[in-house]
């Protein structure tokens, strides 16, 4: 927890400037988020580093009761040595906290879930009531949606808020270098499976606990224009998000013409993505685009699950 709720974003400023000074030098990469009063830090590097900086953590009076809530050994998921989101939630620290110690709790009974879990079920919880009586609420599907226009990504997401009467949960996050790390998502259920579209703005593709949750998305649906410019841009950016992820997920296009899809499928092709066309439409047209999408979810199947194994140490005595 954070010590102090006062100068939050100077604190971090200062937390940013000492990670910049140290984590390159000692091969760490490492996601600082700030919510409802806690800090949630995501570290990846070499064991020893890993375990002296959390150590070094430990005694920062800048905060307390700190936590370790996933722990394991393998590919790297965050592509750069720093990044940090200050989040804007108005959930009380209690609400959030009874989330940290659940997660704590079910990890020395042995159950732990991939780091990218551990930080949507902290920052963004499934709320869905279907998805609450299964084994494991975080096995939904996810999409994401990027447009290369204006705000078609977004327009879809309210689209299918309204449709299922339900809310969109905006995010806007502060982002390391000012960037507008915006994101909008709607939970709802299809064909009996809890969905999760979140609409990304294109300059959070940068940043990098974004691109830390790509690998976790199995699809990202792209939303071309038609105007060559604008889809190739998105299109490099797209590319350079994925770049040095273990996973990326498959690209879903929805184009306006024929020819759109065909310089699009030779752009991924020539930076080695998988591109599927989904269909010539415009991408303003909401209902066009879920149609489209939902048929390709039937073909899905479940959504898989979250649960990773818990190293010994971590199990309750
Ligand atoms: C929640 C939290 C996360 C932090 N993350 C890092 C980090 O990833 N890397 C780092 O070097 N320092 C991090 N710090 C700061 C360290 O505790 C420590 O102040 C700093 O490394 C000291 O280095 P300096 O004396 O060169 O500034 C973090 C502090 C807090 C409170």
Redesign the pocket.
Known sequence: M?SSANGLFA?ME??R???????AA?G?H?V?I?QSGW???W?EGPGDAVRA?LA????????HS?RVLHHSRGVRFVPTT?SMVLSPSTESAADFGARVLDLRYMMEQGRQFAPTSVIRRLTAPMRLAMAQDRDDPEAYHRVGVCSAGANEAFDLVRWLAQRHDTVVHARRYAGETDMDSATDYVDFMEAGEPCRMIAISRPSLQHGMRRAFLPDWPWLLLLFVGDARRDGALMDRIRDAFANLPFTPALLGVAPDAATHERMAAMAQAADLRYESLGVMSPAESPAVWQVLRLHLAQAGTPPSSVWAVPEPFLAG
């Open positions: 954070a604190q200062a937390i400037q000492s990670s910049l000074r140290h984590n000692l760490v490492a600082l700030s800090f949630i830090h570290v900086l070094r953590v430990r005694n920062d009076p800048r905060h700190q720093w």
